[in-house]
Every structure is written in structure tokens, then in C-alpha cells.
């Protein structure tokens, strides 16, 4: 009897040893599984970290568009796979639909500038007024899209605008001067000594030297880590 007994205990035992390694084994390859899927928990935790690493920044062009010149930088824009921000005035986006539909087409945003670059005074306000009415008209038959930014020349802005036209308004943080500037280098050094994350910088691209500075200078900064993106991700996000 204790013999058949004894025996028993031996058999459960062994049983009880393969279930055990059966589970591990199928515990083992389920968690491999996992890792492969990218499920695992350091997975997530790397991911998370290179999210939380983009640092963002915006560049802005002002007063265009130009004939050649804002070509020139559309092209090296493209060819870096950057987006940016023009503030274009309403005269020369009726001088040059095809540029600012390319813009549009190309992923950019664009912005009012007012429709023959004027300054608000106290004294002109309701003409200020028309002005961004009529740039947003023109913008509006180009690219069949509301505008919603706008740049005020010079950053002279009434608050009451904001409701009344449901536009809001874009100063910037970097400004290195570029439209009183024949230095290229000059012009590239303002910008990558000054820019930081979340800020925007202030261009023109109504001259040679200021393209031919932002380029250069986006490469730069690209280099440094930062991502390129449109005004509203740096205003909203």
C-alpha cells in the first residue's frame, strides 16, 4: 500500500513539474511577443521620450509674396522638407495668385499683412480695417480659405480687431533684422544665437540676403535638434 502510494506522490510531482515549465515556456514567449509589438512598457517609456524631446520652432516671411525671391525660398523649403508662416500684403498676392497658391499647395501657412503694408495710427484705424478685409478678400479667391492670422506691420494692434474680424495676431521673439542687412552671415548669427524653443522668427522675403540667410540658417538649427512647424502649433499647443 505505502509502495502504491510512493508512486502516486512521484507521478503527481512530475506532472506538476511539466505544467510548470509548459506555463514559463508560454509565459516567455508571450512576453518576446510583446517586445516585438512594441507593447512592453520601456517601449512606451522610450517613445514618450523622444516625443517630449521636439523642440519646435516657427519661422515667419513678411511682405511678400516676391516674384523671384519668394520662389527662391519656396524651393529650398521644399527640397528641406520645411514648412513656415508668410505674412503676405494684399497687393502683391493679386500681383502673384500662383505664388500664394503654391504656398497653400506646398503647406504653408499664410497670413494677413495688411493690403499695402500700412501702419496703425490712432488716426487710421477704420482704414487698417479695410485693409485687412481686402487682403483677406484677395486671399480668399486665391485659396478658397478663410485667414485667420494676421501680422500687424511694425506690431501696432487694436485688441477689438480680434472679435470683430476673428483674426488674431502674430508678433515674434526673433528678430534679426534681415530687411537692413546685406550680411548674410551677419544675418544667420542674429538668428541661431538668438532663437530658443517655441519662438518665432521674424523674416522677409523681399530680399536676396534674407532667403539666402534663412536657409542657411534653418540648416543650422535643424542640426541643433529643432523641428520646423507652422505658427499656429507654436500659439495653440
Known sequence: MMKKIGTAI???????????????????????????KGIVGVSDES??????EVRKIA??????????????????????????????????????PDIIKRMQEEGHLIGNHTYSHIQLTKGNREKFKEELIAT????KEITGEETEFVRPPYGSWDKSFEK??????????????DWCSGNVSCIVDR?????????????????????TAALKAIDKLVEEG???????EILFD
Open 191 to 211: 538668428i541661431v544665437s538668438k532663437a530658443g524653443e517655441n519662438d518665432i522668427i521674424l523674416m522677409h522675403d523681399y530680399y536676396d540676403t534674407s532667403v
Open 47 to 52: 517613445s514618450d521620450a523622444a516625443q517630449a
Open 10 to 36: 512521484l507521478l503527481f510531482d512530475l506532472i506538476a513539474g511539466l505544467l510548470f515549465l509548459g506555463l514559463r515556456e508560454s509565459r516567455e514567449n508571450s512576453a518576446a511577443e510583446a517586445a516585438g
Open 164 to 177: 470683430e474680424l476673428n483674426m488674431f495676431p502674430v508678433l515674434w521673439n526673433v528678430d534679426p533684422l
Open 136 to 139: 483677406n478678400e484677395v486671399l
Open 226 to 232: 529643432y523641428t520646423f512647424v507652422t505658427v499656429e
Open 59 to 96: 519661422i515667419t516671411f513678411d511682405d511678400g509674396p516676391h516674384p523671384s525671391y519668394t520662389e527662391q525660398l519656396l524651393d529650398g523649403l521644399k527640397e528641406r522638407g520645411i514648412h513656415a508662416t508668410f505674412f503676405v500684403t494684399g497687393e502683391h498676392a493679386a500681383l502673384h
